[in-house]
Every structure is written in C-alpha cells, then in structure tokens.
C-alpha cells in the first residue's frame, strides 16, 4: 500500500514521467505495477487499515495482494468495505506474526530496489 503511494507520488511530482518508467526502474512489468498501484482505488479507510496491520515477522502476511485486487474494481466504497471486512479483521486480530521469507515475490525485488534508489525510505 505504501509503495503504491510512493509511486503516485512520484509520478505527481515529475520525479518520474509514468508508470512504464517506474516499471523499467523498477525491473517489473507494467502489469505488476498497474496491480500494485490498483490499491489506491481502495476505500481510505481500508487503505489505512493496511498501512497500520502489525508488522509480520515470520511467514506470509495474513493478507496477500491477490485478495485485495478483486475489491480494488469495486467503484462502491460502502461494498467495498462490505467485501473487505474479513480481510482486515484477520491482520488485526494478529495472525500477523508471519511473513514470506526475504527475496522471494515480486515486492521484495521492486521494493529493495526503490529503498535502495532513495525512492522510498525502509519500513524498518
């Protein structure tokens, strides 16, 4: 959620010229990236309730991207919460004690590389 924003950022501020160009700096594709920044259709509320789940230090996040991308096309934010609901409740009920070992999906790779470009600051 946080690096969707960073991206928008980004590009509102000139710093990069589109999401192809993030792409490419990024070494991912557009459609990765065009999934990643689909979150910032999501409701403000549900988007803070990401940004503030506990930190998951062992195993997978209790929620995944690919559970969140189907409620991003959903224009209606009162659905949308409706939809999201159980999703939320399950990373603050805190099954978040787990995450995905470092380097494997395709975060980790664009997110060390714009923590690493100075893009974005670490979230440790």
């Known amino acids: 959620m946080a690096l969707a924003m960073r991206f928008d950022e980004l590009i509102r501020s000139g710093q990069v010229t589109d999401y192809a160009e993030l792409a490419r700096l990024g070494h991912v ?22 940004l503030f789940l506990p930190r998951t230090n062992k195993g997978r996040d209790p929620i995944q991207l690919r559970q969140l991308l189907p409620i991003t096309i959903i224009a209606d934010w009162r659905k949308q919460r409706i939809r999201c609901g159980p999703l939320t409740e399950i990373g603050l009920r805190g099954r978040a004690g787990r995450r995905r070992p470092a380097g494997q999906g395709h975060e980790q790779g664009i997110c060390r590389w714009f923590i690493a470009s100075g893009h974005v600051s670490s979230p440790r």
Request: no cysteine.
């Open 29 to 50: 594709s557009r459609a990765r990236l065009s999934q990643i920044t689909s979150l910032l259709a999501l409701a403000p509320d549900i988007q803070e309730d990401i």
